[in-house]
């Protein structure tokens, strides 16, 4: 049976980074790990991959893409879904251990209305650990991400207000890589994963 981590978190919140160092350190224990891209890239949709396009395009200079996150229409949400079970389809053909995520439904679903919040949930995949990484304002600074604070904590009241039916935790993306994945280590044997 697969254990499945999910990372969220803002850009340059240290997500990318975190995921690969762990994996490395899974890998060096003999742990068969992979992780999977959940974000805005790589769409398989022609229409999600056009608006991804035009999106990051757009955004690219400013590197705060954190606005993008928003109550969405219903028919995207499909969409998003169809697009999120095409990648998850990956996972289930898998043979690794532990699967990590970057990025998951959570995302968007986050920021949803509350009955679109609970009908998606019901076809939204279990994680058994959600990451959430939140990096300080000042560490984000020296990131070059310019996200106002405001936006920033309006992203994280979402992100940490949905109702996961995972276990949660919270961790510092400005801290040493070595304690985040102590941390993470931790809190999955506390499952007992």
Not at 43 to 49: E, S, T
Not at 91 to 110: C, G, N, Q, T
Not at 152 to 168: A, G
Request: proline content about 3%; some cysteine.
């Amino acid at each position: 049976m697969k254990t499945k981590l999910v990372f969220l978190g803002s850009d340059g919140s240290g997500k990318s980074t975190l995921i690969e160092f762990v994996k490395k350190e899974l890998r060096k224990e003999g742990i068969k790990a992979e992780s999977f891209v959940f974000g805005w890239k790589d769409f398989h949709n022609p229409l999600l991959k056009a608006i991804s396009n035009f999106y990051l395009k757009r955004r690219k200079e400013e590197k705060e893409r954190i606005d993008r996150f928003r109550n969405r229409s219903f028919l995207f949400y499909l969409i998003y879904y169809a697009e999120l079970w095409q990648r998850y389809l990956k996972v289930l053909f898998s043979d690794a251990e532990i699967i990590l995520f970057d990025r998951y439904f959570y995302d968007e679903l986050a920021f949803a209305s509350s009955w679109k919040q609970k009908l998606f949930s019901f076809i939204t995949p279990k994680p058994d650990l959600c990451v959430v990484i939140k990096t300080n304002i000042k560490t984000m600074r020296k990131r070059s991400y310019k996200t106002p604070k405001e936006k920033y904590d309006y992203f994280y009241e979402h992100l940490l207000s949905l109702k996961k039916p995972c276990k949660t935790i919270v961790l510092d993306g400005s801290n040493n890589l070595n304690e985040l994945y102590w941390e993470i280590k931790e809190s999955l044997k506390s499952r007992k994963i």
